[in-house]
């Protein structure tokens, strides 16, 4: 069992940067792979980024490539996504998730755990 608690969303204007966070609990953090997905108003919650247990591996939507980057340290039981160069599109919940199976995933039901999310707004 792992808690996922994320931080850093807000509003930001376009072109602009964030920063989120999500900090898990639990012991066995560094056997996880995990990933970030977003939700934005009427839609489907989608896929946005992901990272293995080692950090070594990511995967990103084509839509968040070159501008978001998933980082991780395992000593700290935490996992980032710097996103730059945000535009309006990327108004969403962001939410954290946390995958028991081994291997990298962007398909939601890969993912048991997640986080209560963090509202990104990104004006124009």
């Known amino acids: 069992q792992v808690q996922l608690v994320e931080s850093g969303g807000g509003l930001v204007q376009a072109g602009g940067s964030l920063r989120l966070s999500c900090t898990a609990s639990?012991?066995?953090?560094?056997?996880?792979?995990m990933g970030w997905f977003r939700q934005a108003p009427g839609k489907e919650r989608e896929f946005v980024a992901a990272?293995?247990?080692?950090?070594?591996?990511?995967y990103y939507v084509d839509s968040v490539k070159a501008r978001f980057s998933i980082s991780r340290d395992n000593a700290k039981n935490t996992v980032h996504l710097q996103m730059n160069s945000l535009k309006p599109e990327d108004t969403a919940v962001y939410y954290c998730?946390?995958?028991?199976?081994?291997?990298?995933?962007?398909?939601?039901?890969?993912?048991?755990?997640w986080g209560q999310g963090t509202q990104v707004t990104v004006s124009s």
């Open positions: 998730a946390a995958s028991s199976y081994s291997g990298i995933y962007a398909s939601k039901n890969r993912y048991p755990y």
């Open positions: 990272i293995n247990w080692s950090g070594a591996t990511t």
């Open positions: 639990g012991r066995t953090f560094s056997s996880y792979a």
